[in-house]
């Protein structure tokens, strides 16, 4: 049976590393223009095909793949005249790998579902370098007759495939599982500052901590950096953690719910941004609190 053509749009840090991995897997790809001229030429020079509009990309796809930093830039993709609706196949099904606002899922699903095509939600676990294997976690929703056709590309980029509930059921696992994740890195940041101030060693701090009920693999990450000088075990932008809370806290508010513990990350990562530090990784939070502190 043949494979599907795939559209990719995105070729950022992960989605470049997933383009990879399906061009390793023997699928078609179309891709179109993105930030990084790199990664576009690289995806080109194995033998994928870049048109100039989402529209065109559409057209040339049975599936189309979205892994943008937004829900402004995924909208932004999918509306207008020159957008994936406007050039849709018909029975052609849309994935949204990255993470955005459940409302807007919902929105964009019934006007892709207008124009004879289906909507998922799946957003990812994990990081690019899990991509390149095809190691990703995967928090698939939406209609499952289309989520069980497009399961096997879901399968050789995912090791852990979930099929979560109704379309925005993933979009919103992944913003409780993303604010709890900021709030774990950022306190574990502070502590390896308050550490500092207090003149106890980080080293202690860690082996303490970790010999109990609070080891994890964010506390790890955090680790890695504040004590072992490398921050890429969670290669993860403070501008994306930023982003991410403040649309969990969004979406707590569009309940008529007020979240608590999403104000000291949102807190951090809004002055760690506003300090220039929005393109560090998350674990370069423990130097944004140790210069808080006056200890950097």
């Not at 499952?144 to 925005?168: K, S, T």
């Not at 004590?227 to 569009?254: S, T």
């Amino acid at each position: 049976m043949s494979k599907p053509e795939i559209g990719f749009i995105g070729l950022g840090l992960m989605g470049s590393a997933m383009v990879g991995r399906l061009q390793d897997k023997g699928y078609d790809l179309t891709v179109i223009a993105n930030r990084s001229r790199a990664n576009v030429d690289k995806a080109v020079a194995r033998g994928a095909t870049e048109v100039d509009t989402a529209r065109a990309l559409a057209a040339a796809s049975d599936i189309v793949m979205l892994c943008v930093g937004t829900s402004d830039q995924v909208e932004s993709r999918m509306r207008g005249p020159d957008g994936v609706i406007a050039g849709l196949r018909p029975g052609a099904v849309v994935i949204d790998f990255g993470t955005s606002l459940p409302a807007s899922t919902r929105a964009l699903g019934e006007e892709v579902a207008a124009a004879g095509g289906t909507y998922l939600d799946a957003p990812l676990g994990r990081t690019p370098s899990h991509a390149v294997e095809g190691k990703l976690n995967i928090m698939g929703a939406g209609d499952r007759d289309a989520f069980d056709q497009v399961r096997p590309v879901l399968d050789d980029l995912g090791e852990n495939v979930f099929h979560l509930g109704a379309l925005g059921a993933g979009h919103t696992i992944k913003l409780i599982n993303n604010f709890f994740a900021m709030t774990t890195a950022n306190a574990m940041a502070e502590a390896f500052a308050m550490a500092d101030v207090m003149g106890v060693p980080r080293q202690g701090l860690y082996d303490v901590m970790s010999a109990g009920p609070l080891h994890s693999g964010m506390m790890d990450f955090v680790k890695t950096y504040a004590i072992d000088g490398d921050p890429n075990a969670l290669a993860f932008f403070v501008q994306n953690g930023l982003k991410d809370v403040g649309y969990y806290a969004r979406m707590a508010r569009e309940a008529g719910v007020e979240s608590l513990m999403a104000t000291g990350a949102l807190a951090a990562l809004e002055e760690s941004e506003k300090t220039g530090r929005g393109e560090t990784l998350v674990p370069e939070q423990v130097d944004f609190f140790a210069d808080r502190f006056g200890r950097g």
